[in-house]
């Protein structure tokens, strides 16, 4: 069997906040998960999202050590229109997120902004200029 692509993971150093942001983006976290070490859920497409507190993987590896340095991924949500990503960017950076670039109209016929999570991993919000 080939490998399946199953599992996003990421790595936060505050549970609570990081789970904050991603309720308020609208992802089905369960109530009272920022208490635990780790949390996933499944979305609609199967894959599965996956958050662990840093010291839960030093649980297992000793000599981890957050990257430093700029984030070399992000997560990116589509919107349903270039308003939609207006509404959300305004929502979230009020609601004291990060907003890293302002939505603006991409040369390559998008929507587009970026907001960073509470541990600086890009989140980018999108939707197509014009209809499909």
């Not at 490998?3 to 991603?22: N, W």
């Not at 993987?57 to 050590?65: M, T």
Request: hydrophobic fraction near 40%.
């Amino acid at each position: 069997m080939t490998p399946q692509f199953d599992l996003i993971g990421m790595v936060v150093t505050d549970m609570g906040r990081t789970l904050d942001f991603y309720r308020r983006i609208g992802l089905p976290v369960p109530p009272g998960a920022e208490h635990e070490p780790h949390v996933e859920i499944t979305l609609d497409n199967g894959v599965r999202l996956a958050w662990d507190t840093v010291e839960t993987i030093r649980g297992f590896d000793s000599g981890y050590a957050p990257a430093t340095g700029g984030p070399r991924a992000a997560l990116a949500f589509r919107c349903a229109d270039p308003a939609e990503v207006d509404r959300w960017y305004a929502e979230m950076t009020a609601a004291g997120h990060h907003g890293h670039l302002a939505p603006w109209d991409a040369f390559w016929g998008q929507r587009y902004a970026v907001l960073h999570d509470p541990d600086g991993n890009g989140v980018d919000l999108f939707a197509p200029l014009k209809p499909e």
